[in-house]
């Protein structure tokens, strides 16, 4: 069976590198990177550019059986950065999908589409509105918004991944990586089975590694990914201090019912060419 041609955005990045990293030869890989000086010296196929380059990611994504998008401005910044790389260029990606037959979007969100959530108390579900914490936030709303309109109007398969923190550490550091951090292995782990589980025609799910008594409710990763984390907060619990660890276990969460995160494939999608 051949593997999967792949195009991984954002590929120099720290996910990108991790997917990389630990996917190993699982799928044929087409990486796209922003300058040449971010080319791995062992990549084969790779595209050099801007997500903003809409003519360069129909380039990109001609002949793949899926996109992994983890290009753009991973954090907050002002308005005009965030639209050119975030919102535009997550447009173009999604757009040359379709134009060029791609199967399935995996979009790279974040926990900040839903931080005002936290900010009340509330633990949040894929099923609740977003509420957003920050431009960045924001950004990220988008791209799922236009996840879901190119899902139900063209047949496009998208898969948000609402994703914890990842650090260059690879540990949680503080007080929000308890309740949220994801290591390196497990993200691409998460992303490899957003790419790979078939039946899927919209989602958002959130992913971490195992945090108990998260602010994000998690179980969306395991039903429909089959998700198991192999990272575990609790094992660096003993290297905080205690009126840390006891601030984290006391925390009581707001609870709300999860509904219709998601669509499955059978369900009826208005397709238009």
Request: charged letters at 25%.
């Amino acid at each position: 069976m051949s593997k999967k041609k792949v195009l991984l955005t954002g590929a120099a990045g720290l996910i990108g590198s991790a997917c990389r990293k630990n996917w190993g030869d699982h799928y044929d890989l087409r990486l796209l990177v922003y300058v040449p000086s971010d080319r791995p010296a062992d990549a084969q196929d790779v595209v050099v550019g801007g997500v903003q380059d809409l003519e360069l990611m129909k380039k990109a994504t001609e002949g793949v059986d899926a996109v992994v998008h983890l290009a753009g401005i991973p954090g907050e910044k002002s308005f005009q950065e965030l639209l050119e790389s975030n919102i535009v260029g997550t447009y173009n990606v999604i757009e040359a999908s379709r134009l060029n037959g791609v199967k399935r979007v995996v979009f790279a969100s974040t926990n900040h589409v839903t931080g005002a959530w936290e900010w009340n108390g509330v633990q949040a579900n894929p099923d609740m509105p977003p509420r957003a914490d920050s431009l960045y936030g924001c950004s990220k709303t988008y791209g799922e918004v236009v996840g879901r309109y190119y899902a139900d109007r063209y047949g496009l398969e998208f898969i948000a991944l609402r994703i914890g923190g990842v650090n260059r550490e690879d540990r949680p550091t503080g007080l929000r990586d308890i309740w949220m951090w994801t290591s390196q292995r497990d993200i691409a782990e998460l992303i490899r089975l957003a790419v790979d589980t078939e039946g899927i025609q919209f989602a958002i799910v959130y992913g971490a590694s195992d945090c108990p008594n998260s602010c994000l409710e998690f179980s969306s990763s395991r039903e429909l990914l089959g998700f198991v984390p192999k990272d575990h907060v609790p094992d660096y619990l003993p290297e905080y201090p205690p009126e840390r660890v006891a601030k984290h276990a006391t925390t009581i969460w707001q609870v709300k019912n999860r509904e219709t995160g998601h669509t499955l494939k059978q369900a009826n999608v208005k397709k238009q060419a």
